[in-house]
């Protein structure tokens, strides 16, 4: 059954185009609920175990729940919950021109963004690899790192619940004939992660400062399973190139000095990405140039 469907997709590459498309931007509105929702569970959750243990007799019972499903989605100023009618990826922020229905305040472009983003990338992710598992597992990937990417930019942080999952994801993919050996993709885990935890601590001890956080590490090592140990030099290259000019240029926008920190795994995620697509033509390139 499977097989003929595959078969289906690949005789009308229109119509597999058009079903990633449309599950793209459902998963893109999704992912703006991931984005917002998820850190304040983690907070709460913080809060909780904190009381807990500490404060145990401050602990409160109540019946509130807070999660990706509950409570439904509401305007954050007049409270109105958001009908299915204007939860529409992309559509019905342009048909409100970007206001809530009841109260008229201003809805932030962000959400048709990262639907439309989602999107963008997911077909381009299909047409370069076609109806294939690589494919399957490229989309939740770049699901993930979208994800990922606005939470470290709220938030300065790569929550566990989603590069640890993406980390097993991948070193299971090298069991398939799509990705690498699955002694490239353990070697690649191994060394992504060490090698940002090298230079870690090679900062601390020299600055007594912390340069990044131990997600970074998790997500270098998500990309090393997947990809195999050979691209980590690439991603790390690209991933610094990115953020010496994005970071410099929105701390010279923003006003801030150079001491501010700022997340560098959105950074590591547009790398990863490049190279998850064209990570095999960009590495024969460079070796071709220094004549290797």
Not at 58 to 65: A, D, E, F, P
Not at 240 to 258: E, M, T
Not at 268 to 274: E, N, P, S
Request: aromatic fraction near 14%; proline fraction near 6%.
């Amino acid at each position: 059954m499977m097989t003929d469907f595959i078969a289906v997709l690949q005789q009308a590459p229109w119509f597999f185009y058009s079903l990633v498309l449309v599950l793209a931007l459902l998963v893109g509105s999704f992912l703006n609920v991931v984005i917002y929702r998820l850190p304040k569970m983690m907070e709460l959750s913080w809060q909780q175990d904190y009381q807990a243990y500490f404060e145990p007799d401050s602990l409160t019972n109540t019946n509130q729940r807070f999660n990706l499903a509950v409570p439904r989605s509401a305007c954050p100023s007049c409270q109105a919950p958001i009908a299915a009618r204007d939860n529409i990826p992309i559509l019905s922020w342009l048909w409100l021109k970007g206001r809530c229905r009841h109260c008229g305040t201003a809805i932030s472009a962000r959400y048709p963004l990262v639907e439309g983003l989602t999107a963008m990338l997911s077909v381009l992710i299909a047409w370069q690899f076609g109806p294939t598992l690589t494919t399957l597992v490229y989309l939740l990937v770049l699901w993930s790192l979208i994800a990922l990417s606005f939470i470290d930019l709220d938030k300065m942080l790569l929550p566990d619940q989603i590069t640890l999952p993406l980390l097993w994801l991948a070193l299971l993919f090298s069991l398939s004939s799509y990705g690498p050996t699955p002694a490239d993709a353990i070697i690649g885990a191994a060394a992504g992660y060490l090698s940002l935890w090298s230079v870690y601590w090679g900062f601390k001890l020299l600055t007594g400062k912390e340069g990044m956080g131990y997600g970074d590490f998790k997500l270098l090592a998500v990309f090393g399973a997947l990809l195999g140990w050979q691209q980590l030099p690439l991603i790390i290259l690209l991933s610094s190139a990115v953020g010496a000019v994005i970071g410099s240029l929105l701390l010279l926008l923003q006003g801030k000095d150079k001491s501010t920190p700022i997340p560098f795994g959105p950074y590591i995620a547009i790398a990863g990405f490049v190279a998850m697509l064209f990570g095999q033509q960009l590495t024969g390139w460079y070796l071709q140039v220094l004549g290797l």
